[in-house]
């Protein structure tokens, strides 16, 4: 028997990326798995028919998390057809580069919707049907603490999660939820491949390990965060970034 056999998790953004990492190293690890994702259905399908064919158990549910009203949604899907939910990792995120000339309100917004307010109501809708045991996981970033001023707003917004990480910690550890952020360095998605093209050099001189990362090195750390061994782990945000000084 695997470590969460019995649970469920939502992974918000896994149709790719470093979310689509996570829910299958969920998956491997016994846990059942809603795979959210906004726009890609068919990637979301191929991400849950791999989850299935390694003998695990997903389904794909679409919610644009920007959209207020397409949040608890998604969590009723969870308890629906799953039956309950103790796994919550708000992955989904947005990013593009700013500076000050090209920045405008709308590009804020479509940061802070998602980063910031679509996370903050996926924990308040999980947090009614999370039981004691459960875990909520927050992906940030390492420019939250060490922000480049190309990306502004993007780093102010992993800035508000680890702040939530603190403060929804504090809120939910008398309930025995904990909540835990996850702050990757440079990572290889799809989400970045065009942005990084060229800088791999750059990135790879600022890692100690000497490599970019991969979404499995991410998952790794969300299967530790949401495992027993972490029961004492709560309200704090952990560098997974090999080393990477921003
Ligand atoms: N990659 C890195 O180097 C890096 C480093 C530090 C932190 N992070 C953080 O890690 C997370 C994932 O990054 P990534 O590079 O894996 O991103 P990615 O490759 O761009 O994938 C983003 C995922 O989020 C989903 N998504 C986008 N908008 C959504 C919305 N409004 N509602 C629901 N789902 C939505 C996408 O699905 P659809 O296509 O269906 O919309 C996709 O599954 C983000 O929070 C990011 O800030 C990444």
Not at 101 to 116: I, K, P, R, S
Request: with cysteine; proline share 3%.
């Amino acid at each position: 028997m695997s470590h969460l056999t019995g649970k469920v998790a939502i992974v918000t953004g896994s149709s790719k990326g470093i979310g689509a990492g996570i829910a299958e190293r969920l998956a491997a690890d016994g846990a059942r798995v809603v795979v959210n994702y906004s726009r890609s259905a068919e990637t979301a399908a191929v991400v849950v028919r791999r989850i299935v064919v390694a003998g695990g158990e997903a389904i794909a549910v679409k919610a644009d998390l920007s959209k207020p009203e397409q949040v608890a949604p998604l969590i009723d899907a969870a308890v629906k057809t799953f039956g309950c939910l103790d796994i919550l990792v708000n992955n989904a995120g947005v990013y593009e580069a700013d500076s000050l000339d090209t920045l405008t309100a709308e590009t804020f917004d479509a940061h802070f919707h998602l980063n910031v307010r679509g996370l903050l109501l996926a924990t308040q809708a999980a947090a009614r049907v999370l039981r004691s045991g459960g875990v909520i996981v927050n992906i940030s970033s390492g420019l939250a603490k060490s922000p480049y001023p190309m990306v502004h707003v993007y780093c102010a917004t992993k800035g508000a999660v680890d702040t939530l990480t603190r403060s929804l910690g504090m809120e939910l550890g008398p309930r025995g939820i904990r909540v835990v952020g996850i702050a990757p360095g440079f990572v290889a998605t799809e989400g970045n491949a065009e942005s990084a093209k060229g800088m791999t050099d750059f990135l790879v001189a600022k890692t100690a390990l000497g490599r970019v990362g991969q979404p499995k090195d991410i998952a790794a750390a969300v299967a530790y965060a949401v495992s027993d061994d972490a029961a004492w782990v709560t309200g704090c945000t952990v560098d997974v970034a090999g080393g990477m000084v921003f």
